[in-house]
């Protein structure tokens, strides 16, 4: 057990009791503490603060979960993350791309580079489809699959888009919503990216960014030097030196009981037995699902929070003799004869997370269900299958493979299905009339599949409120059809519109939406008709 503040806590008394100490719970511990209120954050990671953004260690080499690029529109979000890590960014070039069939796409597109890729029978066959679906489009669409094929095609939709889509999702593209690949794809023709692609094969691009038409993709970003775990790892030691916070690891919530009074008193499992926490203010980050099921007195809402559905991710990371395997971040993988689907180059992202320079380190992500086939197997096997898989790819050779390692990560994507959204939304209105004083935030504490700073801002919000004693600010104040392009100078405000609110709550600065909007874009399954038999779930 690993416990920061209190050596025997006991019970503690404290202003703000908060569960989860990923980027939403830790930067409301911090902010709180930095006002002089004191707080009670528990984790149930026994090592590790900042949740999906965190960094594991394995004798030596660090490990991001997912990859998480320090960017935001929102000046407040890049202020606070300067004030906990002022000396340890570091400005990192980006590359991805895409490979498929043993070769690689640069992503986005060089238009002679595909078609000398593609072949010229195959780039023919690809305009030809394009043309016909253009000519002839589905005139009933309903899918994911549907939209695409109408948008380039039945060839480039099977090609850059199917495979790699339902990897992530676990689920088949003509049974995901039309809605989100409409919001996900916005902006992008075949016409303009293949324009931009000559220009820029051409070289006739201009800064910044390339000259994209669609500027959605940034050219470097600021990343700490040994990785986002750096971040939290700070926020955490900033929480303890105030005196004002304790943070228990290895403590999993147990029960969060409504005092009577307005307050709370929470319970929580940790290796040497439960620990209660008596607080005036509650914040949880901790998925809503679970959450239900130990609120005191039961919500009625629970049933409904219990559907909600997530999808999992592990990582394996295989350390290689080479002094590096290929220059990009990361790699998306179309390719069906393998499960992998991301392939991370954790030197590229910063040259300390690999501890030797003639070692390179690499992290295969594969997306899955929480007890599945993948999710189930042991450390040992997804190891040999992760090696076996980039033979396969033909990224490295499997006798260089001198060691590896899976970190597991659960929940790490809400699932946005035909009823997420009466779920969430029956569990915040019961939880908001009958607790004032308990404020869900992050990614799960509302069932968002958001960016870091989107995390971030629902906590600082939350904070102010907690600080006025009274809701003040909408934190589910979120435009969910505005267009979050990772374009534009870090920390330029967004001028877009929030959804209408009560007249008692205070608008949102355009600073703050633009933090907010930063939701990341989630299938929807099509949700079924009232005369058709209804669809498996997610």
């Known amino acids: 057990m690993t416990v920061v503040g209190e050596k025997q806590p006991g019970i503690l008394d404290v202003d703000v009791a908060i569960i989860g100490a990923g980027p939403a719970g830790l930067t409301a511990g911090y902010l709180l503490t930095k006002q002089g209120k004191s707080v009670a954050i528990i984790e149930k990671d026994d090592t590790y603060v900042g949740g999906i953004s965190r960094t594991v260690e394995h004798e030596g080499y660090r490990f991001d979960i997912g990859g998480h690029r320090f960017f935001s529109k929102s000046q407040q979000v890049v202020d606070l993350w300067n004030e906990i890590l002022p000396d340890d960014f570091i400005q990192r070039p980006r590359m991805s791309r895409i490979y498929y069939e043993g070769k690689f796409y640069s992503y986005p597109l060089r238009a002679f580079e595909a078609l000398g890729n593609l072949g010229i029978l195959r780039s023919t066959a690809c305009m030809v489809?394009?043309?016909?679906?253009?000519?002839?489009?589905?005139?009933?669409?309903r899918s994911f699959e549907d939209w695409t094929t109408n948008q380039f095609g039945k060839k480039l939709y099977s090609i850059f888009f199917k495979t790699y889509t339902e990897k992530v999702w676990g689920m088949p593209c003509d049974e995901m919503s039309a809605d989100w690949a409409a919001q996900r794809i916005k902006g992008l023709s075949l016409w303009n990216a293949v324009?931009?692609?000559?220009?820029?094969?051409l070289g006739l691009n201009k800064k910044p960014n390339d000259g994209q038409e669609v500027k959605t993709l940034l050219e470097t970003f600021r990343y700490p030097r040994l990785g986002p775990g750096m971040m939290w790892d700070a926020a955490r030691d900033h929480i303890q030196v105030t005196g004002k916070g304790t943070v228990l690891m290895g403590h999993a919530l147990d029960r969060l009981a409504s005092d009577?009074?307005?307050?709370?008193?929470?319970?929580?499992?940790?290796p040497d037995g439960k620990v209660q926490i008596r607080a005036?203010?509650?914040?949880?980050?901790?998925?809503m699902r679970e959450l239900s099921k130990r609120v005191h007195p039961l919500p009625q809402s629970s049933l409904q929070a219990t559907?909600?559905?997530?999808?999992?991710?592990?990582?394996?990371?295989?350390?290689?003799?080479?002094?590096?395997?290929?220059?990009?971040?990361?790699?998306?993988?179309?390719?069906?004869?393998?499960?992998?689907?991301?392939?991370?180059?954790?030197?590229?992202?910063?040259?300390?997370?690999?501890?030797?320079?003639?070692?390179?380190?690499?992290?295969?992500?594969?997306?899955?269900?929480e007890g599945d086939g993948l999710w189930s197997s042991s450390d040992e096997d997804l190891v040999a299958q992760a090696t076996r898989e980039m033979e396969i790819l033909g990224l490295c050779d499997p006798s260089k493979v001198v060691g590896g390692t899976v970190v597991r990560q659960e929940k790490a994507y809400p699932v946005y299905d035909d009823e997420y959204e009466a779920n969430v939304e029956a569990m915040r209105i019961e939880l908001e009339?009958?607790?004032?004083?308990?404020?869900?935030?992050?990614?799960n504490g509302m069932h968002r599949y958001n960016n870091q700073d989107h995390a971030m801002m629902t906590a600082m919000l939350t904070v102010e409120n907690i600080l006025a004693g009274e809701r003040i600010y909408d934190t589910w104040c979120v435009n969910e059809d505005a267009e979050y392009h990772e374009a534009g100078d870090e920390g330029a405000q967004a001028s877009l519109a929030?959804?209408?609110?009560?007249?008692?709550?205070?608008?949102?600065?355009?600073?703050?939406?633009?933090?907010?909007?930063?939701?990341?874009?989630?299938p929807e399954r099509i949700a079924p008709e009232a005369d058709e038999p209804k669809r498996k779930s997610a």
């Not at 489809?129 to 669409?141: A, C, Q, T, W």
């Not at 394996?316 to 180059?345: C, E, T």
């Not at 009339?433 to 990614?443: D, F, I, Q, T």
């Not at 205070?506 to 909007?517: G, I, M, R």
């Open 498 to 522: 929030a959804r209408d609110v009560q007249s008692d709550t205070k608008p949102l600065s355009d600073d703050q939406v633009a933090a907010l909007t930063s939701l990341r874009g989630v």
């Open 433 to 443: 009339e009958k607790y004032p004083s308990l404020y869900l935030v992050g990614r």
């Open 280 to 287: 005036k203010d509650a914040i949880s980050s901790a998925p």
């Open 129 to 141: 489809s394009y043309l016909r679906y253009k000519m002839f489009p589905i005139k009933d669409v």
């Open 195 to 201: 324009t931009d692609g000559l220009k820029r094969s």
């Open 260 to 270: 009577g009074s307005g307050g709370w008193s929470m319970t929580a499992d940790g």
């Open 307 to 369: 559907n909600l559905k997530y999808r999992d991710f592990l990582t394996v990371a295989l350390m290689v003799k080479s002094d590096d395997l290929f220059p990009d971040n990361w790699i998306y993988i179309h390719d069906d004869r393998v499960q992998v689907g991301r392939v991370q180059n954790f030197r590229s992202w910063s040259p300390e997370m690999v501890p030797d320079e003639d070692m390179a380190c690499v992290g295969l992500e594969y997306f899955c269900f």
